[in-house]
């Protein structure tokens, strides 16, 4: 897995990417959004919500020996969010939902995308395998 810093700044923190040998498969990038923090902040911010690929990182802990991450694309976050009630607050109306202290339903709703370095790698090969199918079809049409 690669990994780029943009230049500019404009929302991506990251650019995350798995090298091809294959002639003629497009590059594709999948922008990553950190949420990093020493405690535990879960974030959704629709902003985000037209960005292809895009994964929110979430990484819990830093500065401590229990650091955990999670990797989310923008759907699977807001379908974590839809599920939590949290789509139906004011502060979603406004186009971010965000709070510092997860409760242990929120906690369980994530657990499944609780990362490791190797399934940091499969979630992006994952997103470019289905961008480059979605490519694909669009063009055959």
Known sequence: LEVAVPIRQRGIDLIAYSETTERGVPFVPCPIQLRASA???????????????????????????????YGLTYREAELVAESMGYTLTQSWQKDLYSL?????????????????PALWRQKVIDLQSTFRERLSEAAAL
Request: proline letters at 4%.
């Open 39 to 69: 405690g535990r902040t879960f974030s959704v911010d629709q902003a985000f919500a037209s960005v292809p690929n895009l994964i929110f990182a979430f990484i819990w802990g830093i500065g401590t020996d229990k650091t955990t991450s």
């Open 100 to 116: 510092q202290q997860p409760n242990r339903s929120l906690l369980e709703s994530l657990e499944k995308h609780l990362m490791t």
